[in-house]
């Protein structure tokens, strides 16, 4: 049987690995930087990310901070070295230690540490990240965050806040509550797209104050007129929960990847022959009838599209309903 094609980020790995065996890189040289690596690869940032991620848990780079990404000595601390960078004036040995117990914490702010985190949940998904994780991405101890941020709750909380902020809602906006609520609900789905593991982290039982998603929200259910406002909150609950829990498969889909080392189309290949003997017993007529269809029958944009379409005619009698 074929082996499954590698995932991008894995062979950007080992072509930046290849470069550091071969001596084209050496240690203390910076490896090429996310930005690099999406234009000369052509991938997504979270693809670099998660490229340079991997490089560092094996060992291969470590960060030096206000330098980047280098090279790190063999059989030497990943994440933050003690060697300086080579031609980059980076701290000499010992001084990673000296600023642990010292008053500097790398000119860490509130605002540097959310951004750190959000692009390794982005990367790596909310189970992957932690403080000291947060931390290794400055070369500080994680004692030295929590200066800025009181816990690791406290940074995803934040993290969730600054990523609705990223919302930018039309003007002007749609006219009439179908198409507003639509438009409303398709900023969220992209909003997920871009941090997968956002859903997942929203709660419709314990929700978490948070301003900005409230804003999107209130925005989303401006036109709906007539209806008081317990049947207005239940309709905007609705169509939340619609959309978060089918993007909640983005991020099932980045720890599978990170897990099997193969993408959606890849494991449904791998699983192709297994399907194929179960649907030849004619008890799942169903799932055969979908046998041959072209490109993917079902997928989270077609379970969103379908089901944003289905809710919205249902609300759409309600509505008019109440207006009649």
Do not use: C
């Not at 992957?128 to 909380?157: I, Q």
């Amino acid at each position: 049987m074929q082996e499954p094609e590698a995932p991008p980020y894995r062979r950007i790995v080992e072509a930046i690995r290849a470069r550091v065996d071969a001596g084209e890189l050496l240690p203390g040289d910076r490896v090429p930087s996310t930005r690099r690596i999406t234009r000369e690869w052509g991938v997504a940032m979270a693809t670099a990310t998660k490229a340079l991620t991997a490089l560092r848990q094996e060992g291969v780079v470590r960060v030096v901070p206000g330098v980047g990404t280098v090279v790190a000595e063999p059989g030497g601390p990943a994440g933050a070295g003690d060697a300086p960078a080579r031609g980059a004036g980076g701290p000499p040995k010992g001084a990673r230690a000296e600023r642990r117990a010292g008053e500097g914490d790398g000119g860490l702010s509130r605002a540097r540490i959310v951004r750190a985190g959000i692009v390794i949940a982005d990367a790596e998904g909310l189970r992957a990240l932690s403080m000291r994780r947060v931390a290794a991405e400055f070369g500080v101890s994680s004692m030295a965050l929590y200066r800025h941020v009181a816990s690791k709750d406290a940074l995803v909380l934040l993290m969730a806040d600054a990523a609705f902020a990223e919302v930018r809602l039309p003007e002007p906006a749609p006219v009439g509550w179908r198409a507003r609520m639509e438009a409303g609900a398709r900023l969220q789905w992209a909003l997920y797209r871009r941090h997968p593991w956002l859903a997942q982290y929203l709660s419709i039982s314990r929700p978490q104050p948070m301003p900005r998603a409230m804003a999107v929200i209130e925005w989303t259910m401006a036109e709906v007129t007539g209806m008081d406002p317990v049947t207005l909150l239940y309709m905007a609950v609705t169509l939340l929960n619609h959309v978060r829990a089918t993007a909640a498969g983005f991020e099932d889909d980045l720890e599978a990847e990170q897990h099997t080392g193969m993408d959606r189309g890849q494991w449904m290949a791998a699983m192709e022959p297994a399907y194929e003997h179960i649907l030849e017993s004619g008890r799942y007529p169903m799932y055969a009838g979908i046998e041959g269809a072209e490109g993917d029958a079902v997928t989270l944009d077609t379970l969103f599209d379908f089901g944003l379409a289905r809710l919205l005619d249902g609300m759409g009698l309600l509505v008019e309903g109440r207006v009649g």
